[in-house]
């Protein structure tokens, strides 16, 4: 089944401790992108890559890190959380090949106190 | 710059048709079109590329004006499974790949 997976799907955690999400796709995508998704401001890209080793700033990339070191993955990394990061955060995945179409990863809630 | 969608919300009765707009003031290379349920990710409903290109959903159109820079999503016969937030996404494209930049959504629900 063609699918992205993010982990964790919940995440409570406090100011200053570094996290990580991860993100996996099986569908060979050369794109993918991570979005952030709060209340009246719709979604928003934070990072993107076209493949690996190559990543680009998306609209609101302060405070978050990513890496493509496989095709298959796309973390996304949080060094020093801040509580203006509370949201949800998606993961995509993509490719030109065919139909065009992104996929979603389920969400991954994150709560910084 | 976000794209700016319109209306804002829409209610219709199941069988109704409606049409969201999408507005940018960038050139583009693409609008893509999505749809999310309450509590759920964003699912891929069309692509409208730059030379008239589309790829989608059967039920699903749209059209792209370029020289506006304006995307249209027309939603026919409507069914209750249409409800939800539509979104548009314009993109442009980048040397580290496809920069999108969504719209802030557009609330439809659809009632019997």
């Known amino acids: 089944e063609a699918q992205v997976t993010q982990n964790p799907r919940y995440l409570i955690t406090v100011t200053g401790k570094k996290l990580t999400v991860t993100c996996s796709q099986n569908?060979?995508?050369?794109?993918m992108s991570w979005y952030r998704q709060d209340p009246g401001l719709g979604l928003r890209q934070i990072y993107y890559?076209?493949?690996?080793?190559?990543?680009d700033k998306g609209d609101v990339p302060e405070g978050y890190k990513v890496s493509r070191k496989e095709k298959r993955n796309f973390p996304l990394i949080l060094e020093s959380p801040s509580p203006n990061q509370t949201s949800l955060y998606f993961c995509?995945?993509?490719?030109?090949?065919?139909?065009?179409?992104?996929?979603f990863g389920p969400g991954t809630r994150l709560t910084v106190t | 710059q976000q794209p700016v969608q319109s209306p804002q919300a829409v209610i219709l009765r199941e069988g109704e048709d409606a049409v969201i707009n999408c507005s940018s003031s960038?050139?583009?290379?693409?609008v893509h079109w999505y749809r999310q349920k309450h509590g759920e990710a964003p699912v891929f409903l069309m692509i409208?590329?730059?030379?008239?290109e589309q790829k989608g959903h059967e039920k699903i159109s749209a059209s792209f004006n370029e020289k506006k820079q304006q995307s249209s999503l027309y939603l026919t016969a409507s069914q209750l499974s249409y409800s939800g937030t539509y979104f548009c996404?314009?993109?442009?494209?980048?040397?580290?790949?496809?920069?999108?930049?969504f719209g802030t959504g557009t609330q439809l629900k659809v009632e019997l």
């Open positions: 569908m060979n995508h050369e794109y």
């Open positions: 996404g314009t993109e442009k494209i980048t040397g580290g790949g496809n920069k999108l930049t």
């Open positions: 995509a995945s993509f490719t030109r090949d065919r139909a065009y179409e992104q996929y």
């Open positions: 409208l590329l730059k030379g008239g």
């Open positions: 960038k050139a583009l290379y693409s």
């Open positions: 890559s076209m493949n690996v080793e190559v990543t």
